[in-house]
């Protein structure tokens, strides 16, 4: 029997270890900006955010542009802000 793992339990083993030490970090913490223009014929709105804490999310590797809206209206996607 060998004690080298295959690809996939290496897959396994991984995401089982990333869920393990996600649960100890704290929440991600998101900077929100909404910002309504409004002309003479038109409005829009632009929303974005900006990670500010990565909390959990670090441990995925994961950044803002991947994380999924909760957003209620009808408008495009958040947009990643940068500093």
């Not at 970090?25 to 409005?43: D, G, K, Y």
């Not at 991947?66 to 495009?76: L, P, Q």
């Amino acid at each position: 029997m060998s004690n080298r793992m295959s690809d996939d339990d290496k897959r396994v083993y991984d995401m089982v270890v990333r869920r393990f030490l996600a649960i100890f970090h704290p929440e991600a913490q998101f900077e929100n900006t909404r910002v309504e223009t409004l002309s003479s014929h038109t409005s829009s709105a632009t929303r974005g955010k900006l990670l500010v804490v990565p909390g959990w999310r670090g441990v995925y590797g994961e950044t803002p542009a991947e994380a999924k809206s909760d957003s209620d209206e009808d408008e495009a996607t958040d947009q990643q802000l940068r500093a």
